[in-house]
Structures are given as C-alpha cells and as structure tokens.
C-alpha cells in the first residue's frame, strides 16, 4: 500500500482515539516548563544596537547643529560689528571739520554756530561747544544747542580730559552714562598745537532700549552694545531687551570706537541654521528608538517562531520515531522472522520494508497446523500504515488462528473475517489470501477476499492460480467461493502482497507479468524468493511486501 | 505526490450525510493505488448505490484484481 491512509483521519466521527494522540498527549508534558518567558539575548543585542547607533547619531547631528548655529553666531557678530565701524565716521567727521574750522577762524562764533547747527538736531548731537584747550579755568567759547553735561563736571577732569583730547588722533569719548539725561561725550582737536577743542555730547535712549535694531538684517538676534570691553551692567549704551545678561548662545566683538572700545554681544533668538537642523537630533533619536524597538520585537518574534519550530520538530521527531517504533516492535512480534516448518514442506517467508514508506504497513503472512499432513497459509494486507494498521492486523491475524483452530474452512474464515473489521467504522478494509494446504494429497484450497492470485511453478514454469476473488474484507458481508488446485511433485506455491509488483501509474497486469517472469530458476527457495526481489526490486520495494513460499519436498 | 487527499475530502464532503445514488467518473485517472480504492470503499459504504463510470484499463484492472468490480457497480 503506497499512500498514507488519508481519508482514515477525515472520518473522526468514528470516534476511535487514534494511538498517535495519546502518545502525544504523553510525550510533551515534559517540554511545558521549558519556553521562555523573557526577551531572548538577540532581542535585546538588537535593541542596544540600535539604541547605541541612534544615540551616536542623534549626539553627531546635535554637535553638528550647535557648531553650525556658533559658526553662524561669529558670522553674525563680525557683521554687526562691520555694521558699528562703519558709523563711527559720522561722528568724527563734523568734528574734525569743526576743529580745523575753529583753529582757522579763532574760534569765530558765526562761522561755528553755521558749521554746527544742522548736527544738534538730536542726530548725531544735543550739543556742540567749543572749549580752549589749555585753559587752568575751561569753560565753553560757544555753545549751539543744549548745555554740555561736561561743564557741570569737576574743574580738573575737565582739564584733564580737554588737554588729552589735543594728544590723540581719534575721538575721546567720555563716559557721561551716569547723568541724566545719559550722554556720550566726544572731542576731537587738530593735534598737540590745537588751541581749541571741539565737543559733542549725544543723548542715549533713556531705557536704553535702542531703535538701531530695526535693521532686519540683525532681527533674528538679541544683542547688548557697551562701553568698554567689559560687560558692566553700569557701561551698557544701548540693547535689544530690557535684561542683555543672555544665557545660552551667545557671541561676542569688540569695535575699536575713538580713544575706546565698544563691546557688542549678541544671543540667537531662534535657530539661525533653520528650525529642522534644531530638531533633526530629536527626529534621529525618536526615530532611531522606534525603529530599533521594532527590530527587537520583530526579533524576538522570529526567536521565539523559531524556537517554537524547533521544539515543535523534536516533539514530533520523537513522537513519531516512538510510534514508528511502537508499530515497528509490534509486526516484528507477529511476523517472526524465523522459518515456519511443517512436515512434507519447504516453506520461506519473507517481510521487506518499504523504502519510502515511513510507517510500517499492515501487511503479514501466516502459517497454522491443523493436522499432521493440512496446513492454513495466510497472506493479508490491511489498508493504510502506521500503528493502527498494524494493529488492525494483529486482530484478524489472532482471529483467523481462532478460526482455524476452529476447523473452518477457508471460505468460512473470511466470511467471519468480514464481520470483524469495518471500512466505516475503522477506517480499514483487507485483503487476505487463505489457503488451506493438503500435504499429502498435492492440493490446495483456496478462498481470497480481494488479494492477488498466487503463483504455482513447476518444472514447466510458473502460472498464476485463478481464484475466485471477492471483496475484500470489512467492505460488506460477502459469501467466498473456494478453488482447489493440484501441486505437482516438488511443486512451489507463492503468495505475496501487492508491493512485489505494483508500480505507480502502472497496470497490475503489467507487475504480474515480471513477476511470473522472475519466478524462475531450480535453486533453493531461499535462492528462489531473494533472486525475485533482487529483479523485482533491486533499489528495495516502494511498499511493505510480504511473501510466503510453500514448495512440496515430494 | 497523488491526489488522494483532495479526492477524498471531495468524497466525504458529497457522501458525508449519506443517502443517495454516488456516481463516480474516473475518465481523467490513470492510475489508482490501494490508498484510493480505500476513498472509494469508504464512499460507497455510505451510500445506497454507487457506480464508477469510465475506468481507465490500468485502473479497471486494478477494481477487478481486488474483487471490487460488483463492490463499485451497486444498485439500490
């Protein structure tokens, strides 16, 4: 039989519990306690990974934005500070013009006052004065707009700072933050031989909030302007804000501005280098951590898959090598393989595996004594594999011994047969050739249910024995008809089941023929029945085969 | 390797209630083993007749060597 018995495990409503499920049912209690609860190591190598690669990369594209955004910072600073350079001129230029004019005219007050009165607008100046250079009692020769803070100051700083005006080549600026209004004091003079001094005083916004930064170009940053390169809240001149002490970001350049120096700090409002550049290290490490959780969860569901398989895989291994070897055991316990004796008779059997087949078949042969010269060979074949074929055949292999000890015939012996197994009801049917051997008289009897007709040789040849075959048995009831057929001297009976000579996609006519032809030769039986399976099977039989030789000694 | 699985899952879904006539039209099989004569058996247990029409020779050889060729031509 080359199939599996398929169908059998369709019809559970036969409600017959199957030896495989109860072995089952056994065998994996001891494999419960084993699956793990945890993440597997994979899993979490793989998390860590990710996490670390993430962590790297987050970390690399924040110290690329923080060096982009002070890079920027520094650009933006130096281009501020261009921006402050570039209007000091402005300053120094009415008074330089306005000390040249007064060395020239000796301070003539018209031609001054003409000079200077467009710059006291308010912008760049309150005030303009002229003052002697190197009086022991300075007070200004003229004044055109409002009073100069400076004469309010003490005689000797103004001395001071009139006289070093004369030494410089730049502006002096004079530090007047403290009165009120807040002012910025410039003189200027031709020189060491200048007579007179020019001086300006310009107003500073009172908050000190400054309207400079209406420039757009500077509107993305917040900047504070003092005087000095110190950053004293009491020398501020001029910020974006209320409070310039920036935290954070922040940038710095000093601006040469006359005989002092200005300082200008600037912080970054927003990001200078664009907002996704500012988020790309949280987009990296957000999305580096969801993927790398994906991967260990995928991970660890392909672990633990696999794990499942693999244990899956031995069980069954296991489960089904016991079976095979439950099934195995149990037709090497019916079908012993030593030789059956009777007197009068050469008998051989033979039982060969199938190689594809990984379950054993229900094929089996029989030899029971009646009397001292009748014999009842029995070769059978139940449908399907595995345990429960094997099973079902020690049952009518036992009941036929019953039977025949009964003294039935063998027409009688299959019609009991056929009650006792049910295609239905247990999901096999067989076929079973019965003979009921005459030592004495050189006959044969026999009955078959459905199983290939024996082969008789003989000095002439071999021949297949035409029995009346009928159903096989557990299909329906049937009544058998019995054949009975002469054996000449030294003649050789064979039975077989089907593996011997059917070939898939071939007609049993076909099989049966090789078979007569290799039935051939005047050895031994032994050397008969392994010269046939040699020709008929050289590369091992694809089903179960069973095989009984009876050979007359006389 | 064969069809006998789908043949007999189609058979017990037909036959599954029982009842009546089962016809069977082997014209497209060309060969059949013990394993699909058991499908059949099983089949035609069930029902109240069963005929298999259009054997292939190989095949209808193989219902004869069994003894099935009045198992498997069943009237009612």
Redesign the interface.
Known sequence: ???????RD??GADGTKSAGSSLRSDGTSEDEGKRPTGPHRASIVVLAVGVAVTAVLAFTAATLHDSNENRLLHQRVSEAAAVLSAAIPNLQTPLSSGAVLAEATHADRGALTSLMKPLTAGRPFVSVSVWPAHAPDPRPLMVVGSDPELANRPEPDVRTFLSQATTKKVVSVLDLLGASPRRLGYAFSVGSSARYVVYAEAALPQNRRSNVDSNVAFSDLDYAIYLGSTEDAGRLLAASVVDPRFRGRTARDDVPFGDQTLRIVMTPRRELGGSLLARLPWLIGGLGTAIALAAALMTERLVRRRADAERLALQNARLFSEQRSVAQTLQHCLLPEERPEFPGLDLAVRYVPGVDGVDVGGDWYDVIGIDGSRVMIIVG?V??RGLRAATAMASLRYAMRAYVAQGDAPDEVLFKLGKLI???RD???A?VLCGLVDVVEHKVTFA???H?NPLLIDRDGATFVNTK????VG??AASYDVVTVAVPPRGTLLAYT?GLY?R??????VGLARLRGAAVGNGSLDELLDGMLGVLTPAGCDDDTAILAVRWLT | M?N??RL??S??QIVGAGGGPLVVDLAAL??M???????L??A???VDSIEVRNPS??VR??I?????T??LHRGS
């Open positions: 039989m080359v199939e599996i018995d398929v169908a369709g019809v074949d449908s399907g049910n295609i239905v999901g096999h049917f076929t078959n249910a459905g290939p075959v009928g159903p096989p299909i329906e089907d059917e898939r996609g071939e007609s049993p006519d | 064969s006998v699985e007999g899952q058979l017990e060309q060969f083993d013990s394993s699909g004569i058991a499908i058996l099983r035609a247990a069930r020779s190989t050889r193989v004869e060597c069994t003894g099935l009045d198992v």
